[in-house]
């Protein structure tokens, strides 16, 4: 059971709940009350916005469509309602300045129910959001639920088993507690190398009928960041990204079918964010490559099933790397949910066991891409082909590979076997006073990109609708929350509607049975 467990970890959250690719909703749930919350607060809020940042200046889909934000100090506050993350990220500056402003004494009880009643209360706005949105042609039809607390996950764990027994869970997709653990005398570089959270501390705890991921990583922005940027992963599990195609043994002679492949049905993960998409225009204006063409394969969103036939395999030595270009991606085995589980079972096992040999071969595997279908409007069909390179984390690395026709000529002169000492000595001189790594890790180095992208996309909230001092309609509100309204923006209308949201205060404190929504809304939850 523990094996078929590891298969896949969304095949036991609903698998009714079809998102055909869509990414979810997101609730993050800040648990204020922990004594660290100093320290806290101001990672928290770098690594939040970081991500953010990104999630608004991708081009294409949004990755991240929609975010509602609460805090846990002595009741539940929604400090964000569900809002687009998409050319939002003033509002989204301005709530996440509202958490920086938060009273950082921790000294706030621990312990009790805001957690669970923030789960409750998250919930709540997104039935009626989603019900709401539905009106106008839009739908949303699941929603993760991340928790932040320095309380013990299985505690929480244990709240949330016990509250959420009669709660509708219907649209929930995941529950993630992350347990987040302090470090008083962390070294630089031990925060540098931490380990992302992708790859932390981690198990699933299977209650209400679906998963619960227990998560602990520690207190510093690169784990938190990594956290979050789990977030513009797709994680669709509807149906397998990739067949990786390969020949069966014992078919040598003439006589043998030519049909006879052994099938693999993996997915496809990014390795990195494509550069061409962070352009620094929010509107997508510049678009990178085209992904569906010949030539490269896209990773997120997975609308297309590829098919990668292996024709040869190839010496590890053998290949240079002047020849690969594109972006690479991660092929793992699938965690499609419409498969059976034995028929998962044996593609993982199949997987690993291709990993391994490959490994201990030192080979690599060339495979070409089959076309997308058979009767192309073109005459002549187009080829391109990738080169597979395996590693020990039970993955293939994927990279497109030069063909004849792409390759331009290159004559170089042969290195010479030795060279005049006055012509030496300064060099090994410059290379000795170098700084040596065993390895090289992308998280010594940064490139502003997360400054820049800041820039480019603020916008002062309200900055087109200035008006004079003596034309501006009053505000009825107490000064003391005027920071506040800022932050607590009322989910986008998506149905036609002439009312123009004006509710200053900060949604949700209380009960999840009343609505999480301002009044304005209430017409279209009927």
Known sequence: MNSRKALSETRRTFPATKVHHQQPSRILIVDVTAPSWTNSCSVLAEALENTLCLA???????RVPLLSLFVVQSQQECLLPFTQVKENFARIQACISELRSLPREGCFPQGGNGVV?????????????????????????SVEITILTSQPSKQMVQQLEKKLKDVDLVSLRRIQVVEVLKRDFLEPEAVEQCVPAGESSSSDVAILGMDIDVQTIEDNVISLEMLFKTWLHDYGTEREHLHLLLPTGGFSHAAAPKTALMCLKCDLQERLLDPALLSGTADGTTRAADLNSPCQMAAWPATVLYKLRVVKALKSEGVCESVLYGLPFIIKPTSCWQLDWDELEI???????????LLKRKWMLL?????QNTSPSWNV?????????????????????ATRELLLPSTFPALLTEHPERVCAPVE????????????????????LYKYLKGVLYKPLHRQQAQPRDQRPERH???????RAKAA??????????????????????????????????????
């Not at 593609?347 to 040999?357: K, R």
């Not at 597979?388 to 293939?396: G, H, I, N, R």
């Not at 290379?431 to 390895?439: C, K």
């Open 56 to 62: 608004c200046g991708l081009a294409g889909p949004c």
């Open 381 to 401: 069909m187009l080829h391109s082909y990738y080169v597979l390179v395996p590693s020990d984390s039970a993955s293939l690395l994927v990279k497109a590979v």
């Open 429 to 448: 001189s410059a290379l000795n006073s170098l700084e040596v790594e065993v390895a090289y890790n992308p998280l010594h180095l940064k490139s502003n």
């Open 347 to 357: 593609n993982q096992h199949s997987f690993h066991a291709l990993c391994h040999s």
């Open 477 to 483: 509100q107490p000064k003391q929350h005027q920071s």
């Open 117 to 141: 009643q923030a789960v409750q209360d998250g919930l709540q706005q997104f039935k009626q959001y989603s019900r709401h949105t539905a009106a106008g042609g839009s739908t949303n039809s």
């Open 367 to 371: 495979a070409k891409r089959e076309p």
């Open 489 to 526: 923006v009322a989910p986008l209308l998506m149905a036609p509607s002439p009312v123009q949201v004006s509710r200053p205060a900060a949604v949700g404190r209380g009960s999840s049975e009343r609505s999480l929504l301002p009044k304005e809304y209430d017409e279209f939850l009927q």
